[in-house]
């Protein structure tokens, strides 16, 4: 059965203070890794998208990489608009039914 | 602007009651997804719809149901037969739903019991 797991649940960082985000998953023949942005009250937003293990994208500050069992994203030196919920997905060659995550809260502090 | 829009924000529902929630879109896409979103899960797939006149259940379409009469409109009733409601509900479309491409999310719609 195809899985998506994030962790940590929540992330607590200061202005500047960098860390990542992971995303481990398992799914038959790997189509597409998906990252959205959630803010509250509010719909995802798209973020990246990852297809084959290697892969790395940048947007400002984050930056996605994908292997073959799980996936980071990195935020270097944090805005508190960054604080957001951030959703990782996937959708395997069994469907094109898009798995998701539970999410990683993220605070950011000025 | 192209999107997904999504009514109303907030809904509220009488115990027995059905209620509707729209979704509109002008993306031009053939696929469109129904979502429900509780805190601390990740999103669970209700149905999806591929074509106009064509719908297929997700994994917790009980006590839900759709119709997919025009391209841009996929309205979800939900039924008095789904006992735990309360929901943040999220509709989203894809070009066509066959290579795995990236979803257009509409703003949700917060669904309560009264």
């Not at chain 1, 990489?65 to 799980?70: R, W, Y």
Request: hydrophobic share 30%.
């Amino acid at each position: 059965e195809d899985q998506v797991t994030q962790s940590p649940e929540a992330l607590r960082l200061q202005e500047g203070e960098s860390s990542s985000l992971n995303c481990s998953y398992t799914v038959s023949g790997l189509r597409g890794l998906f990252w959205y942005r959630q803010d509250p009250g509010k719909g995802p937003e798209f973020l990246f998208t990852l297809y084959s293990a290697g892969e790395e994208k940048e947007k400002e500050r984050l930056k996605a990489t994908l292997t073959k069992k799980e996936s980071f994203l990195h935020i270097t030196a944090p805005k508190p608009e960054d604080s957001a919920t951030y959703l990782c997905a996937v959708i395997g060659n069994g469907g094109f039914k898009t798995i998701f995550g539970a999410g990683t809260r993220l605070f950011v502090k000025a | 602007d192209g999107g997904i829009t999504q009514s109303p924000k907030y809904l509220f529902r009488k115990e027995g009651q059905n209620v509707t929630l729209s979704c509109e879109q002008n993306l031009n896409h053939d696929a469109m997804y129904w979502y429900r979103q509780d805190p601390g899960q990740g999103l669970r797939l209700i149905y999806y719809s591929q074509i106009v006149n064509d719908f297929q259940k997700g994994d917790i379409a009980e006590g839900y149901s759709v119709s997919r009469e025009k391209k841009e409109s996929f309205p979800l009733t939900v039924t008095s037969a789904q006992k735990n409601p309360t929901a943040f509900y999220l509709c989203a479309s894809s070009i066509d739903g066959r290579r795995g491409e990236k979803l257009f999310f509409g703003s949700g719609t917060q669904l309560s019991v009264l």
